[in-house]
């Protein structure tokens, strides 16, 4: 029944470490699309996006199993839990790079943020893709101080966040209104696919220490 529950966990994880290069992936693509108003790339993060969200059930799907059939109690039960916390963040990145590719999408055949931008933008998707990419470590190898970089990640995308709001607000902004709002939502969905990563970190540090960050 022990090795049993420990294939079950393993292969949760695996759905997990999947998740992780699916979103990361996911960035990449909608970041090039982004920046170079490349409507292939935008159309793969949106049909993908269905493929992480059919992952985040069958994680689900398999923690509901093992929680129903096993009665994990102590660590284990920590594993599982985390599991399922992961998940749900891991989820909602993949989103964010969907909706960052529907924007892209949207403003096709020109590219959805203007010149003045892009190097903070740049910037945004570099933060994003190395967060993800620490992510997919730590689910594969759970890693309590790599995971608690993720925080110290965070406060460089917090940083150009504000950056970019800086350059919105400046009265010499030139690109009207609605570029102004596509930017801002934008910024937003980078920063909050950040913090998501922050959270799965969070919870990777719990798995391994036992203690809330």
């Given at each position: 029944m022990?090795?049993?529950f420990r294939a079950d966990l393993q292969s949760v994880g695996q759905l997990l470490v999947d998740m992780a290069e699916g979103i990361r992936a996911a960035m990449r693509q909608a970041t090039r699309a982004l920046l170079t108003a490349d409507r292939r790339a935008a159309e793969v993060v949106i049909v993908r996006d269905a493929e992480i969200d059919g992952l985040y059930r069958d994680v689900?799907?398999?923690?509901?199993?093992l929680l129903a059939r096993q009665a994990p109690v102590a660590s284990d039960l920590r594993?599982?839990?985390?599991?399922?916390?992961?998940?749900?963040?891991?989820?909602?990145?993949?989103?964010?790079?969907?909706?960052?590719a529907k924007t892209a999408l949207r403003r096709h055949p020109s590219p959805a943020v203007p010149a003045e931008l892009r190097p903070i933008f740049t910037d945004m998707?570099?933060?994003?893709?190395?967060?993800?990419?620490?992510?997919?470590?730590?689910l594969a190898d759970p890693d309590a101080d790599?995971?608690?970089e993720l925080d110290r990640d965070d406060d460089a995308m917090d940083d150009l966040h504000r950056s970019l709001f800086g350059v919105l607000l400046d009265d010499a902004w030139p690109y009207g209104v609605e570029t102004a709002i596509d930017a801002t939502l934008l910024g937003r969905?980078?920063?909050r696919f950040a913090d998501h990563a922050v959270n799965a970190g969070e919870h990777v540090v719990y798995l391994v220490t036992g203690e809330t960050v």
């Open positions: 022990r090795d049993e689900e799907e398999r923690v509901c199993e594993a599982v839990i985390t599991a399922l916390h992961v998940a749900a963040d891991l989820e909602r990145m993949g989103d964010l790079a969907d909706h960052v998707a570099e933060i994003a893709d190395r967060m993800a990419g620490k992510i997919g470590s730590v790599l995971a608690a969905f980078y920063e």
